[in-house]
Structures are given as C-alpha cells and as structure tokens.
C-alpha cells in the first residue's frame, strides 16, 4: 500500500517502505513521515587482516587538535566524530600460536578450539543481531572481499578462523558474501527473473506519488537517495554479468566459480571497486534500515590479496611479514581509507538532529599489532559514530598500562551491546564495561 501523507497526530514508522512488483525498497529518514520517530542505532565491523605499520598507527589530542599518524590520516576530516583506541586485547587469543589462533574468536572473546571441530564464541555483531535483527528486512550483513580459506594451518586450527569474524554460535561461523551482485539482491530481496529490471521502475509510481505528499526537503532527499540506489545498481549489474560469466566458465568442471582465482571467479579484479562497492551497500543498508548490523572482511587474515594499484609486489601477508615498510604502510592507510569512505557517506545522510553516522558505530580492527613478529598483546583499534549519543567522539583513548583486566577487548564490545539497548552483565572475557568510553 502507498504511504499515506503523515498527519500532525501520526507518524509513519521509518521501517515504511516503497512496494511493487516483488521488491521492496526500504526509505531513508523523511521528516515529513518521522518527527517524532526515534532513530535506530547501528553497528558495523571493518577488519583488515595481519596486523599495522605501527610505527605509522598512533593519534594524539582530541577533537580538531588531534594529530593523527600517516596510516590514519584518511580519518582527519572526522577527527569530531572519531575515537582511536589503543591497547587492548584479547588474551584468550594471546600465546596460542600464530594467525588463525590469533583471529578465531576476535569478535567474541572466547576460547577457540584445534582440530577439526570448530569451537569459537558467538561474536558481538551476531549478539546484537539477535536482540534487534527482527526489527529490519535483513539482521545482519555479512560480507568479505575476499573468499574463505579452507584446509589447516600448522598449529593445527582451523583456517576458517583466519576468514570468518562473525560467528552466529560457537560451532558456526556466518557465510560470508563476497559477490557484490548478491549482497545487493539479498538486501533488496531482489530474486529471480526481477533481476531484469531496475527495482527504481517497479516502484517508480509509487514513489512520484510519495514525492508529491512530503516537504520539499523530504522531496529532496528522497530523489537524492533513489539516485544513490540507482547508481549502485547500475554497478552491481555490470559485476552480475562477471558472476554468471565466471558460472557458466564452471559448468562441467569439478569446482565452482569461487574455487578459480579472481578475476575468473566473477569477483571484481580491483579491490578498490570491490570496497567501495561492499560500503555502498553497507550505507544504504543503514539509511534504509534494511538492517542495522554489519560486517565487512577487507583482507583476510593470511590474505593473498595483491595491490597494484598501491605499486606493493609482495600479497597482503608476505608484504605484512615486512610491516614497517612504506609499502605495508600504504596497504594499512588504503584499509583505514574504506572506513573513512563509509563513516563519511554516513555522515552525508541527515537524521533527525543528526546524521546516519552520529546514530552508529563503526569499528575498525586488526587482528595482529605487528605481522613481522605476530604480536597481539595490543591491537589497533578506530571508531567512527557516536551512537545516539552514547559514546563521546573525538578522542584519543589510551589503555595500554591500565593493567590486562582494564583493557579487554571484550569490555569494548559490553559497552557497545549495552549502549545499543541491550542489557547484558557480562560478555566474551570481560565482567565489566570500558572505563573511560
């Protein structure tokens, strides 16, 4: 059914959507249908495999005074609405050998397992997930771009603890999305022969006639947001014609496309199209409310990936066993580059008194400080958002000699479930809230 001009008695839910023709196209906050609506509070996960070039990851001061290092630089235009973060880590994952050991339970605190049973944590994205996922088309996003690992590591864990940071139970890791074409399908839920035609033309008249009923600014940043869908789409269709090329290639072999190498796969040759692309649908999943908890694997933890486009040689991980050199540098300052991409598209959508990004929380981590000697004792650590007001932005936050029970990582991730709503004592390894958040 067409939405209906709000009346000054009643407001539309921001949960209101534009319906024709099998899809359903979730609408960004409109004044005119939410003036009294509160907005939602998100939560998303960046992770770049393998650690920093630390001598190039530090920050100092807070709000514009802040100083931030080479590696951050690309978050100086946020410096209000940024908090980095040094110091903590997640001793469970500390001295039980290197990589996957250090990765397993990253997200969740807990104690992983060798062998060949899978043994982790459920990990605070799915946590959230859990209490508010019902609240949203989708519960949660999941995306990589970068296939899985499958097979053992030579301490004998599993790989898919090295390319999973999600985890829905201690036994499972969530699949992660790595074709862009079907993280934008899934979130559209865009199936099938629809896949012909623009979902914009199945809702077009629907949407002329919302355009029609709601304030000029409202008229505005609806037309503004349907381009944005457009212009995803239209790249999202181009990367679909690759997948099912890369599918028809593996018909009558043994393996399925992702088993080939990219490009062959249908996966986008450049990272940085794939990147952009996967924060794309991230944002529009927030502005939308389509959901309101994701996350993205960048590179994964012993990840092959390659970057010409940063003139490095070596893969993502050789080049990491060298990580104070100016070309592990530029690999951690492109990384850093896709938060800033994402928090600032968020910061582009007004909300209420805000904007979509000071009503979320987006984290950045690594799973290593220095991949040259395998060191987690401390991780590096950003956030972006403030969430609803409930984390103050534009600091420098230092827990490095604040003793190992102050500065668990899993203190963080209490703090954030418990400032998204959700009432919990205790989480991961930690009995307590971040000091000092």
């Known amino acids: 059914m067409l939405i209906r001009k709000a009346s000054p008695k009643r407001n539309i839910s921001r949960r209101a959507v534009l319906r024709g023709a099998g899809v359903a196209i979730g609408l960004p906050w ?7 609506a509160p907005a939602p509070k998100r939560f998303a996960v960046l992770f770049m495999g393998t650690g920093v070039n630390e001598e190039q990851w530090w920050a100092k001061g807070n709000g514009d005074a802040m100083e931030l290092s080479k590696s951050l630089s690309p978050l100086a235009p946020l410096k209000k609405k940024i908090n980095i973060i040094d110091g903590l880590f ?9 990589h996957p050991a250090q990765t397993g339970s990253l ?15 459920v990990t605070v994205d799915q946590v959230i997930a859990s209490h508010i996922g019902q609240d949203t088309a989708q519960s949660s996003m999941v995306l990589a771009c970068e296939q899985p690992l499958t097979g053992y590591h030579e301490t004998n864990f599993s790989m898919a603890y090295s390319s999973h940071i999600s985890w829905q139970s201690p036994e499972s890791p969530v699949p992660t999305e790595v074709y862009p074409s079907l993280a934008f399908d899934n979130l559209f839920e865009n199936r099938g022969i629809l896949r012909n035609a623009s979902i914009l033309d199945r809702v077009r008249d629907r949407a002329e006639s919302l355009s029609r009923q709601v304030s000029s600014t409202d008229k505005a940043k609806l037309d503004e947001y349907l381009t944005s869908v457009r212009d995803v789409e239209r790249r999202v269709e181009r990367l679909r014609l690759q997948k099912e090329k890369a599918d028809d290639a593996a018909k009558g072999t043994n393996k399925p496309a992702l088993a080939m190498d990219r490009p062959a796969n249908g996966l986008p040759e450049d990272l940085r199209e794939h990147a952009k692309l996967m924060c794309d649908i991230i944002a529009m999943g927030f502005q939308a409310d389509r959901t309101r908890v994701a996350s993205l694997i960048l590179a994964n933890d012993l990840s092959a990936q390659i970057y010409p486009f940063l003139q490095v040689r070596d893969g993502h991980h050789s080049a990491s066993h060298y990580n104070l050199s100016d070309s592990y540098e530029r690999i951690t300052r492109f990384h850093l580059s896709q938060l800033a991409y994402l928090a600032q598209k968020l910061d582009t959508m007004p909300e209420g008194n805000g904007t979509v990004l000071d009503n979320s929380c987006l984290l950045w981590l690594s799973n290593l400080w220095s991949g040259r000697t395998h060191d987690n004792s401390r991780l590096p650590v950003a956030l972006a958002g403030g969430l609803g007001g409930t984390i103050e932005t534009g600091r ?5 000699k604040a003793g190992d029970e ?12 418990n400032r998204m709503g959700i009432k919990m004592s205790q989480f991961g390894d930690a009995a307590s809230q971040l000091q000092g958040l």
């Open 30 to 36: 409109l004044e005119s249908l939410n003036a009294a």
């Open 90 to 98: 997640v001793k469970n994952l500390t001295g039980q050998g290197i």
């Open 107 to 121: 997200l969740s605190g807990a104690a992983i397992q060798r062998g060949p049973i899978l043994r982790s944590g």
């Open 396 to 400: 420098t936050l230092d827990y490095l």
């Open 406 to 417: 102050n500065r668990r990582l899993s203190s963080l991730y209490l703090s954030i479930i």
